[in-house]
């Protein structure tokens, strides 16, 4: 009888991790990058992550501890890497919050700190992977999933919006 492959070393978590790591590659890297070929990188690799983890379907439960590994100096050398780059286009309105429905003034959001909370979730669950240990690997898989529901998807679909007016709409870069 063929032992059952762990739910950690499945193709469609294989492929999430891919996609993070290139994300985490290209956030790390952008203090060097030219703006329209991050802005189009993001572009591309924004809706990936975003597939990849719905395929995930539901993440299996488990009793195991995965550690955050991302600082406040790098989430914020991130941020502000990505903002620098940014310049001028990194503010965008976000009309998808609940405080917008009751305010009567713009919220404001930035395109590189929503790509930073982004990068905290995923550098957390490749670093994760990275060290190997399969219950850990399951509780950050499961963490990631739970935050995606509750956060980050959100926050990369705005990320998105806003990109994509950078690139195409009134703001082009």
């Known amino acids: 009888m063929e032992k059952e492959t762990p739910f950690v070393y499945s193709q ?42 719905t395929l995930l379907g539901p ?16 989430y914020e050398y991130v941020r502000s890497q990505a903002a620098a780059l940014m310049g001028e286009m990194d503010t965008y309105l976000d009309t998808f919050v609940d405080d917008f429905k009751y305010s009567e003034t713009p919220v404001l959001r930035t395109v590189s700190e929503g790509l930073a909370d982004i990068y905290q979730a995923m550098r957390n669950l490749v670093e994760t992977f990275r060290h190997g240990f399969e219950d850990a690997m399951q509780a950050a898989l499961a963490e990631a999933a739970g935050e995606f529901e509750l956060s980050w998807g959100q926050t990369l679909l705005n990320t998105l919006r806003a990109l994509h007016d950078v690139r195409y709409g009134s703001r082009s870069a």
């Open 59 to 74: 993440v299996p439960e488990t009793a195991g501890y995965s550690a955050a590994c991302v600082a406040e100096a790098d």
């Open 12 to 53: 469609k978590v294989i492929d999430l991790i891919t996609v993070a790591t290139e994300f985490c590659r290209r956030m790390e890297q952008c203090g060097e990058a030219d703006r329209t070929d991050f802005v189009d990188a993001m572009r591309a690799l924004l809706p990936m992550l975003y597939l990849k983890t």
